[in-house]
């Protein structure tokens, strides 16, 4: 007996990459008394018109797959510079902004807004780009995405040259200033939040783009079983939709600091975080992401909250204060977050472990939350008597929640 397997030309057409023709008989050998043998059917698949490069799997269409293992590494290398050199300048170029926006009398959360626009704008345009260029090679190919951030980093590097930006110099003693600002206890729990903040804004870069993807709690499936949201046009209108959201919040940051007090609303952003993994875990509609993602215009407030809180305690130390937050946040808490959440993932799966986060992130508010208004509070209202005539006392009453920064001790300026 002999079956004989065709497809249609418009499925062979659509499929990606394309199936210039298959024919497939499938041999089922009978014993003689006409029952199935133990013996495994044979089955032929024979492509018409296609190379021997195609047949073996090495190239598609023309588009050679390359070595894996050095394409990974290259990319592994790559892609640590890249974050490496971002990570560092990031926060010294929030200092930067923050010391123009007061010299000139702007305000920093409208000047951090426009990155916000650039991330509404370049990620869905991204995506159409690479549907293009893999419609065109009848393959997913990425690279439109990586040559359109090598031309917009280049552009903005000119751009910044061309800049008029006059700071303070530099502290040469670097450890010591460190250890100068780490001795407020207000600073350090801020660091903490800062930090956990990271970790879970590095989770979900790490990991929502797979969920959506790879997730089988997504009923609706494409015939090869994949969830039908899957475009890259789609993905990019995610990412798009969050920082679309973080607009207000950041055009209102300064506000909302003097009303809320930028400790309280460091800890909103940890709950935003929660209520975001907690919807994640029982989203089975992958449209129902865009209006979850309006909760990521709240975590946004943390990238304002950092400059704006460096220059109410330690204005001297600003620099100082900006490269610690970033490390913690960028950084340590960016690459801690998708470690841990890669081994609960591998061990529980998407949905338990957004729980598992969800779970441990208000935990993580509400401690700060407390610890802020029962201990550090109280620790800032017995620093206010000077202790030595170098400590610079400013009472900063402006930020809405009652609470005085204890003073940073700053050193006696050089003659």
Same mark, same amino acid.
């Given at each position: 007996?002999?079956?004989?397997?065709?497809?249609?030309?418009?499925?062979?057409?659509?499929?990606?990459?394309?199936? #210039?023709?298959?024919?497939?008989?499938?041999?089922?050998?009978?014993?003689?008394?006409?029952?199935?043998?133990?013996?495994?059917?044979?089955?032929?698949?024979?492509?018409?018109?296609? +190379?021997?490069?195609?047949?073996? *799997?090495?190239?598609?269409?023309?588009?050679?797959?390359?070595?894996?293992?050095?394409?990974? +590494?290259?990319? @592994?290398?790559?892609?640590?510079?890249?974050?490496?050199?971002?990570?560092?300048?990031?926060?010294?170029?929030?200092?930067?902004?923050?010391?123009?926006?007061?010299?000139?009398?702007?305000?920093?959360?409208?000047?951090?807004?426009?990155?916000?626009?650039?991330?509404?704008?370049? /990620?869905?345009?991204?995506?159409?780009?690479?549907?293009?260029?893999?419609?065109?090679?009848?393959?997913?190919?990425?690279?439109?995405?990586?040559?359109?951030?090598?031309?917009?980093?280049?552009?903005?590097?000119?751009?910044?040259?061309?800049?008029?930006?006059?700071?303070?110099?530099?502290?040469?003693?670097?450890?010591?200033?460190?250890?100068?600002?780490?001795?407020?206890?207000?600073?350090?729990?801020?660091?903490?939040?800062?930090?956990?903040?990271?970790?879970?804004?590095? !989770?979900?870069?790490?990991?929502?783009?797979? @969920?959506?993807?790879?997730?089988?709690?997504?009923?609706?499936?494409?015939?090869?079983?994949?969830?039908?949201?899957?475009?890259?046009?789609?993905? *990019? #209108?995610?990412?798009?939709?969050?920082?679309?959201?973080?607009?207000?919040? #950041?055009?209102?940051? +300064?506000?909302?600091?003097?009303?809320? *007090?930028?400790?309280?609303?460091?800890?909103?952003? #940890?709950?935003?975080?929660?209520?975001?993994?907690?919807?994640?875990? $029982? +989203?089975?509609?992958?449209?129902?992401?865009?209006?979850?993602?309006?909760?990521?215009?709240?975590? $946004?407030?943390?990238?304002?909250?950092?400059?704006?809180?460096?220059?109410?305690?330690?204005?001297?130390?600003?620099?100082?204060?900006?490269?610690?937050?970033?490390?913690?946040? @960028?950084?340590?808490?960016?690459?801690?977050?998708?470690?841990?959440?890669? !081994?609960?993932?591998?061990?529980?799966?998407?949905?338990?472990?957004?729980?598992?986060?969800?779970?441990?992130?208000?935990?993580?508010?509400?401690?700060?939350?407390?610890?802020?208004?029962?201990?550090?509070?109280?620790?800032?209202?017995?620093?206010?008597?000077?202790?030595?005539?170098?400590?610079?006392?400013?009472?900063?009453? *402006?930020?809405?929640?009652?609470?005085? /920064?204890?003073?940073?001790?700053?050193?006696?300026?050089?003659?």
């Amino acid at each position: 007996m002999a079956e004989a397997i065709h497809i249609s030309e418009e499925d062979m057409h659509n499929s990606l990459p394309p199936i #210039l023709s298959l024919s497939c008989e499938i041999e089922s050998l009978l014993n003689t008394n006409n029952q199935m043998s133990n013996e495994i059917p044979s089955c032929t698949v024979t492509c018409r018109n296609a +190379t021997a490069s195609q047949a073996d *799997g090495t190239t598609t269409n023309g588009v050679p797959f390359g070595n894996k293992a050095l394409t990974i +590494t290259l990319y @592994f290398i790559f892609r640590f510079l890249s974050y490496t050199a971002s990570r560092g300048v990031f926060p010294l170029l929030d200092a930067a902004i923050m010391q123009i926006s007061r010299q000139e009398g702007g305000d920093f959360g409208i000047q951090r807004l426009f990155a916000s626009v650039g991330a509404v704008v370049v /990620p869905p345009f991204a995506g159409w780009l690479t549907l293009v260029a893999s419609r065109h090679c009848h393959c997913m190919d990425f690279s439109p995405a990586f040559y359109l951030f090598g031309i917009l980093t280049v552009l903005g590097g000119v751009l910044m040259y061309f800049m008029d930006i006059r700071v303070k110099q530099p502290e040469t003693h670097i450890f010591r200033t460190m250890g100068i600002v780490l001795r407020d206890p207000n600073v350090v729990g801020f660091l903490c939040a800062v930090f956990f903040s990271g970790a879970a804004w590095g !989770f979900v870069n790490g990991y929502l783009f797979i @969920f959506l993807k790879d997730d089988d709690g997504f009923p609706q499936k494409n015939d090869d079983g994949s969830p039908v949201v899957t475009t890259t046009f789609y993905l *990019g #209108l995610v990412n798009g939709a969050g920082y679309l959201a973080g607009i207000p919040f #950041l055009f209102f940051s +300064t506000k909302l600091a003097k009303i809320f *007090g930028h400790e309280n609303l460091v800890a909103t952003v #940890l709950f935003a975080y929660a209520a975001r993994f907690l919807i994640y875990s $029982f +989203t089975y509609n992958p449209y129902l992401i865009f209006p979850t993602e309006l909760i990521t215009g709240v975590t $946004f407030l943390v990238f304002a909250l950092m400059p704006q809180f460096a220059v109410k305690t330690a204005p001297k130390y600003m620099a100082t204060l900006m490269g610690l937050f970033g490390a913690a946040n @960028f950084g340590i808490g960016g690459g801690v977050g998708p470690l841990i959440g890669g !081994f609960l993932i591998h061990g529980v799966g998407f949905r338990t472990t957004f729980q598992i986060l969800a779970v441990s992130m208000a935990a993580i508010g509400c401690a700060y939350f407390l610890t802020f208004h029962f201990v550090l509070k109280r620790l800032a209202a017995q620093a206010q008597k000077p202790k030595s005539p170098l400590i610079v006392h400013k009472r900063d009453t *402006g930020n809405g929640n009652g609470s005085i /920064p204890p003073p940073i001790q700053e050193e006696p300026a050089e003659a």
